[in-house]
T-cell receptor, first 109, second 118 residues
Framework: GQNIDQPTEMTATEGAIVQINCTYQTSGFNGLFWYQQHAGEAPTFLSYNVLDGLEEKGRFSSFLSRSKGYSYLLLKELQMKDSASYLCAVKDSNYQLIWGAGTKLIIKP | GAVVSQHPSRVICKSGTSVKIECRSLDFQATTMFWYRQFPKQSLMLMATSNEGSKATYEQGVEKDKFLINHASLTLSTLTVTSAHPEDSSFYIC??????????????FGDGTRLSIL
C-alpha cells in the first residue's frame, strides 16, 4: 500500500529552527509537496521537490532524497504565525496526490 | 498567482437539506478539480476528481449519489451534498490545477466550506 509518515506534533521556540520529517512509500514518484494549513483554513502551497537536494525559499527550505524515500521541511527564525499543520504530499505514478496526516507545529514564545 | 474561489464558506442547515458548494478558478482554466473532506484533526481525504465535460471519478467508499459533482466549465465545479445528515458535517475543500501547467505544478486550494448539519 501507499504510505506517508510524519510526526503528529512538534513544539519549538520562537526564533529557533525546526525540521519536520516525512518518509514515504508510494507506487512511483512524481514529486513531493509541502503545504501549510492553519486551523480552520485550506492548505497553502509551500514547496515542491522532484530532484534530490535542497530547495530554499526564504525562511523555509525543503530537502528530498528519493533513494531514501525521505524529505524534510526546515523552518528558520520561527515566528508565532508559523504555528500550523504542515502536510507532506507525494504524487504517485498516476499523478495522484497521496497526503500525509500532517504535523501540527506549536510555537512557544 | 492562481486563485480558487469556494463558496459558501460556512453552511449551517437542518438534516435532510441538500447543500451546493461552488468551486471556481478565477484566473486560470482547470480541466480537473478535486474535492476533499477533512474531519477535525485529520488529514485531507480525497472524495472525488471532477473532470470537465465528463463524469467525476469517486474514491472508494464515497457515495456518488449522495455527493453529486458537476464540472460544467473549465472554471467551475460544484459539489452537492444531497439530503445531508449530521455525519456529513465536515470541512469540504476544493482544489484545481492550471490546465496550462505541467504535472509538477501544485494544486491551488479554495478557502473551504465548513458544513454543519443540525
Amino acid at each position: 500500500g501507499q504510505n506517508i509518515d510524519q510526526p503528529t506534533e512538534m513544539t519549538a521556540t520562537e526564533g529557533a529552527i525546526v525540521q519536520i520529517n516525512c518518509t514515504y512509500q508510494t507506487s512511483g514518484f512524481n514529486g513531493l509537496f509541502w503545504y501549510q494549513q492553519h486551523a480552520g483554513e485550506a492548505p497553502t502551497f509551500l514547496s515542491y521537490n522532484v530532484l534530490d537536494g535542497l530547495e530554499e525559499k526564504g525562511r523555509f527550505s525543503s530537502f528530498l532524497s528519493r533513494s531514501k524515500g525521505y524529505s524534510y521541511l526546515l523552518l528558520k527564525e520561527l515566528q508565532m504565525k508559523d504555528s500550523a499543520s504542515y502536510l507532506c504530499a507525494v504524487k504517485d505514478s498516476n499523478y495522484q496526490l497521496i497526503w500525509g496526516a500532517g504535523t501540527k507545529l506549536i510555537i512557544k514564545p | 498567482g492562481a486563485v480558487v474561489s469556494q463558496h459558501p464558506s460556512r453552511v449551517i442547515c437542518k438534516s435532510g437539506t441538500s447543500v451546493k458548494i461552488e468551486c471556481r478558478s478565477l484566473d486560470f482554466q482547470a480541466t480537473t478539480m478535486f474535492w476533499y473532506r477533512q474531519f477535525p484533526k485529520q488529514s485531507l481525504m480525497l472524495m472525488a476528481t471532477s473532470n470537465e465535460g465528463s463524469k467525476a471519478t469517486y474514491e472508494q467508499g464515497v457515495e456518488k449519489d449522495k455527493f453529486l459533482i458537476n464540472h460544467a466549465s473549465l472554471t467551475l465545479s460544484t459539489l452537492t451534498v444531497t439530503s445531508a445528515h449530521p455525519e456529513d458535517s465536515s470541512f469540504y475543500i476544493c482544489s484545481a490545477r492550471d490546465i496550462g501547467a505541467g504535472g509538477n505544478q501544485p494544486q491551488h486550494f479554495g478557502d473551504g466550506t465548513r458544513l454543519s448539519i443540525l
